[in-house]
């Protein structure tokens, strides 16, 4: 067993990742392995470049290599609007979507008291110095919908009001969603966030 020790720690170290069980990350260890030359091997160098490269943006906390992002960099984003989100995956998924035209501010999770998260634990005095540095008209509170979540927009919106304009991601019904299948929270939402046809 003391052979495969190096195996056995990728393997536990796959393990960790988010989706992955044992088994999943022990199917991708032999699989890597026996695509050795063309998976393994640039896999591994690229996560060394990566180790060593990556950093968190200093104005929004967006995760690239160098210390301002691509958007923050961007003068055509400068919109005056600034999409708040929890971390960098919301970041990246309101980016897949290719609609929303401006700046970003990752808060680096929510407030939640019991796990002792505070507004400085999380980059909300940063954003406060934002929508007065930076000239932001719109806040957009993309938050999840989560008591986390929303106990965080309120308090944001608390300590925003009167200051910039803040408005919320609709909630509700998604598209193709039947209804027989949502719970009852999202059809609460959905009702109460209808529009005129």
């Not at 591994?44 to 968190?56: G, K, L, N, P």
């Amino acid at each position: 067993m003391s052979s495969n020790s190096d195996i056995d720690n990728l393997i536990d170290l796959m393990a960790k990742l988010p989706g992955l069980g044992p088994r999943s990350a022990r199917r991708a260890v032999l699989h890597l392995i026996r695509k050795r030359a063309l998976l393994l091997t640039p896999l591994s160098d690229t996560m060394q470049q990566v180790a060593v490269t990556a950093r968190e943006c200093l104005n929004c906390g967006n995760v690239g290599t160098t210390d301002i992002c691509d958007i923050c960099d961007n003068e055509d984003r400068a919109t005056g609007e600034l999409c708040v989100v929890e971390d960098v995956a919301d970041l990246w998924a309101m980016e897949r979507a290719g609609v929303f035209k401006g700046r970003y501010h990752v808060l680096g999770g929510t407030l939640s008291a019991l796990d002792g998260v505070g507004p400085d634990e999380l980059r909300i005095p940063r954003l406060k110095d934002r929508v007065t540095a930076e000239g932001i008209t719109e806040i957009i509170l993309a938050l999840n919908a989560t008591v986390d979540g929303q106990t965080t927009a309120h308090y944001i919106a608390d300590q925003l009001e009167g200051h910039v304009r803040l408005t919320s991601l609709a909630q509700g019904v998604p598209i193709g969603g039947e209804l027989d299948y949502l719970d009852d929270g999202t059809i609460t939402a959905a009702l109460r966030a209808r529009k005129e046809l």
